[in-house]
């Protein structure tokens, strides 16, 4: 029933902008019910709108990010149809409640037609703006802002090794021994703009790390890069970085300045004497999922996943991730160059787009551990 109304209305619209002849709905951003999106936007309606979810490039993942923002001066019922084109509804659309805190749309509130092509949203908004997105909207100056917070109450190091490519600052922090020959653990984050879980999920692993990783932080160095593609977070993209590449398809390449920028500290690193021998990428996906190495044996420290996993295991006591070996070996991921450059096992971390947040906690908080206990052997 909604969506012939939609098509009726839509159709109006388009005789009335073409003949002129019907009073034209105000501009999206007008009205006493206005909606601010980065995508383009019709009003079908005085608060019914259809937003075009559109990628920065094609091909590409897909991963239809979206988010927008409803303005009203009074609390109102509103309807926003998310069109994905050619692409299909993944994201379970989130609401920023007062206070700050996300909730996800009832089921009830979410009609999908045309096997996912197009969404409709039934929204209750308060009077105010509220945001509305396919994940919790973690800004770029917000995520810049958690690597200076973090690094000051962990007391760990904050530098800035490099800039994207709009020339926004790419931050690392350095944790640990300060021995240049200490062994290195390379933690990265980031790469991929809507992977908001993998972001969640690494900020409770490095606060884990922080309180807990007292042992492997005397012997250890840990280098780590949360968020690599800041122009991609501030454009709503759904992969790419702003020269429209996928980054975790650019180790080896390094074409473009975010992942030369942590290639470079890498390269200062170790000619300065330290031995990589460990990273881990921080993703989401449609599942937890740990993508690990084909040939774990041939490298430094071996059988390393193999430990890792049994010790997540022992401490977790939800569902342990999916464990899947030699995923897109063939593909220049972080993973495939930090095993070939540097013979150590390279390891993505995904958490599912709707894996519950405390979920993403409680799994964060064993991969920490089980690092910590395997890499410094204890029982
Ligand atoms: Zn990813």
Redesign the pocket.
């Given at each position: 029933m909604r969506s012939a109304s939609l098509l009726l209305s839509l159709a109006a619209l388009s005789a009335c902008v073409s003949s002129g002849a019907l009073p034209v709905q105000p501009d999206c951003t007008a009205g006493a019910v206005q909606l601010y999106s980065g995508a383009t936007c019709v009003r079908t309606g005085p608060s019914s709108f259809v937003l075009a979810v559109r990628p920065e490039s094609e091909p590409i993942?897909p991963?239809p990010w979206f988010a927008f923002e409803i303005e009203t001066r009074e609390h109102t019922s509103a309807t926003v149809m998310l069109d994905y084109g050619a692409f299909s509804h993944r994201y379970q659309p989130k609401q920023r409640l007062a206070g700050g805190r996300w909730q996800a749309l009832s089921p009830d509130a979410v009609e999908i037609f045309e096997r996912g092509g197009r969404a409709e949203l039934y929204l209750s908004v308060p009077a105010g703006r509220t945001a509305v997105a396919a994940q919790e909207i973690l800004t770029r100056e917000e995520r810049a802002e958690w690597n200076r917070s973090f690094a000051d109450r962990a007391r760990f190091r904050l530098s800035e090794i490099g800039r994207s490519v709009n020339g926004h600052p790419i931050l690392a922090i350095e944790a640990g021994s300060h021995l240049d020959t200490a062994p290195l653990i390379l933690i990265l984050g980031g790469?991929?703009p809507p992977?908001v879980p993998?972001t969640l999920g690494l900020r409770k692993f490095l606060e884990t790390l922080a309180q807990e990783g007292g042992p492997l932080l005397e012997t250890h160095r840990v280098l780590i890069v949360s968020e690599l593609n800041p122009d991609g977070v501030d454009g709503g993209f759904w992969?790419l970085n702003s020269g429209l590449v996928d980054l975790?398809r650019d180790w080896g390449p390094f074409s473009q300045p975010e992942t030369r920028a942590v290639k470079a500290e890498l390269d200062r690193l170790t000619q300065a004497g330290a031995r990589p021998v460990l990273m881990l990428?921080f993703?989401?996906?449609r599942q937890n999922t740990l993508y690990t190495p084909r040939h774990e044996a041939s490298l430094d420290p071996p059988e390393f996943a193999s430990l890792w996993v049994a010790r997540i295991d022992a401490i977790y006591e939800g569902v342990l991730p999916h464990v899947s070996a030699g995923h897109n070996d063939e593909r220049p991921t972080a993973k495939v160059w930090f095993a070939e450059q540097y013979g150590a096992p390279g390891i993505?971390v995904?958490y599912g787009d709707e894996t519950a947040r405390q979920e993403i906690d409680a799994l964060s908080v064993a991969f920490a551990q089980a690092l910590v206990a395997v890499l410094t052997d204890r029982e």
């Open positions: 993942n991963s790469q991929h992977e993998g992969r975790n990428d993703h989401a996906t993505t995904e």
